[in-house]
């Protein structure tokens, strides 16, 4: 029985491309270089942002992921929430069921405080708890541990292939989005559990389990 859904925020609850894109676009013009095309930063996107500059090869990766989020990160303009999440959210909280969110974010806290939620997360994982991005399943099993249950009882929801192997080498059941950053083709290769087009379908997930 699934006890706890955990999520992934950006791509999943949230859309967020064109501002992660536009972010570090800028950051390349800023510092005068020659910036990388989009389909490049978009097969990044869902790294942790230094592991992103390092792979579009900005010259101090450090660097570049501080710039960004000072300027960007926390940014909501151009942020849109998925259509299905309130729905979603408020539905499970309703049955009892736990949510929290798995981040590459570094603060994720302070942006989830600026969008309207319909209902609180009982448990929020990013990176200023010094844990290690996806792939690493380190976040997923520091929420499991937190919130008392057994990777059985645990559901994942990502729309990356770094969501989705982080969530396996979990041994949580897993979700993946195909409407998210990566598209179904490049997660079904990944076999994840389950593959949804809507967040809605999950509610047919959790009365088969």
């Given at each position: 029985m699934i006890?706890?859904?955990?999520?992934d925020?950006?791509?999943?609850?949230?859309?967020?491309e064109?501002t992660i894109?536009?972010?570090?676009?800028?950051?390349?013009?800023?510092?005068n270089l020659k910036?990388?095309?989009?389909?490049?930063?978009?097969?990044?996107?869902?790294?942790?942002l230094?592991e992103?500059?390092?792979?579009?090869?900005f010259p101090?990766?450090?660097?570049?992921?501080?710039?960004?989020r000072?300027?960007?990160l926390?940014q909501?303009?151009?942020?849109m929430?998925n259509?299905?999440s309130?729905e979603?959210?408020?539905?499970l909280?309703k049955?009892?069921?736990?949510?929290g969110i798995?981040?590459n974010r570094?603060?994720?806290?302070?942006?989830?405080?600026?969008i309207?939620?319909?209902?609180?997360?009982?448990?929020v994982i990013?990176l200023?708890?010094g844990?290690?991005?996806?792939?690493?399943?380190?976040?997923?099993?520091?929420?499991?541990?937190?919130?008392?249950?057994s990777?059985?009882?645990?559901?994942?929801?990502g729309?990356?292939?770094y969501?989705i192997i982080?969530?396996?080498s979990?041994?949580?059941?897993v979700v993946?989005y195909t409407?998210?950053?990566?598209g179904g083709t490049?997660?079904?290769?990944l076999?994840p559990d389950?593959m949804?087009?809507?967040?809605?379908?999950?509610f047919?997930?959790?009365?088969?389990?």
């Open positions: 006890k706890v859904v955990l999520f925020l950006d791509g999943t609850l949230i859309f967020v064109k894109i536009k972010g570090i676009l800028e950051c390349f013009k800023m510092y910036p990388p095309e989009e389909d490049e930063i978009r097969k990044t996107i869902g790294l942790s230094m992103s500059f390092t792979v579009l090869q101090d990766p450090e660097k570049g992921a501080n710039l960004y000072e300027f960007f926390e909501p303009e151009d942020i929430m259509p299905d309130n979603l959210l408020d539905s909280v049955r009892g069921i736990r949510i798995v981040t570094r603060s994720a806290k302070r942006l989830i405080d600026k309207s939620f319909p209902v609180p997360f009982d448990i990013d200023s708890l844990i290690q991005p996806k792939p690493s399943s380190e976040g997923i099993l520091y929420a499991i541990t937190q919130l008392k249950v990777p059985q009882e645990v559901l994942f929801v729309d990356t292939q969501d982080a969530g396996k979990a041994g949580v059941n993946g409407q998210g950053m990566h490049l997660l079904k290769e076999h389950w949804v087009d809507s967040l809605n379908e999950i047919l997930i959790l009365d088969q389990s």
